[in-house]
């Protein structure tokens, strides 16, 4: 019975301490966060922020929201804070127009464990190297010069794609639709990188490809 109550006032104090760590934070952070005037957005929860909000479909919930707090707003993400742009102007805002102003990106476990410890262009900090990035990507990769020279290759990977999707509805097997674009555009840009498609058929390479690039994406979205 005493080690019962023991445990019991153990649970109860640990539980005492939470509570005073929550309401700790919530109050230094009302009062950092009262000093900048911040977009609006959901208050979320002491610790955790708006997490449980987002659920498995981020996307369709963030839009859902931004009809009631406006195509700019903020969330607290745990630790981290996000400011969410949804319409094209908003877009164009931080993308275009304030340019130099968000050109540095938070450093994330993603960007850390993908990105040659964020060295990428996406998370390089802005200066020389980074210009440069850039410079070669749109002059041979993502400027409009560069997509009008790949348009072929686009042109042909899709109908790679459509006769291998024909090939087999006559066989009688499942099509599965995000398979083959994965496959379709794992050879497009192994044909602008490469020169060669990566992938000729369908088989256990591609599906370990396409694994692997769930995988990249599931670990981009980490946040520390």
């Known amino acids: 019975m005493a080690l019962e109550k023991l445990v019991l006032f153990d649970f109860l104090a640990a539980i005492s301490i ?45 839009a859902n929201m931004a009809k009631k707090y406006g195509p700019i707003m903020y969330l607290k993400l745990g630790t981290n804070g996000m400011v969410v742009a949804s ?17 540095n990106r938070p450093i ?18 802005y200066g020389p190297k980074w210009k440069l990035l850039r410079k070669l990507s749109n002059l041979h990769m993502l400027g409009g010069k560069a ?33 083959m674009l994965t496959y379709a555009m794992a050879n497009m840009i192994g044909q602008v990188i490469l020169s060669r498609r990566v992938f000729v058929t369908k088989n256990l390479e591609s ?12 670990t981009a979205g980490y946040l520390t």
Request: aromatic share 10%; charged share 20%.
């Open 87 to 103: 319409t094209p102007d908003a877009v164009k805002a931080f993308l275009k127009t304030l340019d130099m102003n968000f050109s």
């Open 207 to 218: 599906n370990e490809f396409k694994d692997m690039v769930v995988e990249l994406m599931t």
């Open 18 to 62: 939470l509570i005073l760590v929550q309401k700790f934070i919530q109050i230094v952070f009302l009062r950092s966060s009262s000093r900048i005037r911040l977009p609006p957005g959901p208050k979320g929860w002491p610790i955790i922020g708006a997490l449980p909000y987002l659920g498995t479909m981020p996307h369709s919930i963030l």
């Open 147 to 179: 997509l009008e020279n790949w348009s072929n290759v686009r042109a042909t990977e899709l109908g790679y794609m459509l006769q291998a999707m024909y090939e087999s509805s006559r066989k009688g097997e499942t099509v599965v639709v995000p398979e």
């Open 108 to 125: 994330d476990a993603g960007a850390t464990h993908l990105a040659y410890n964020a060295q990428d262009m996406v998370f390089a900090h």
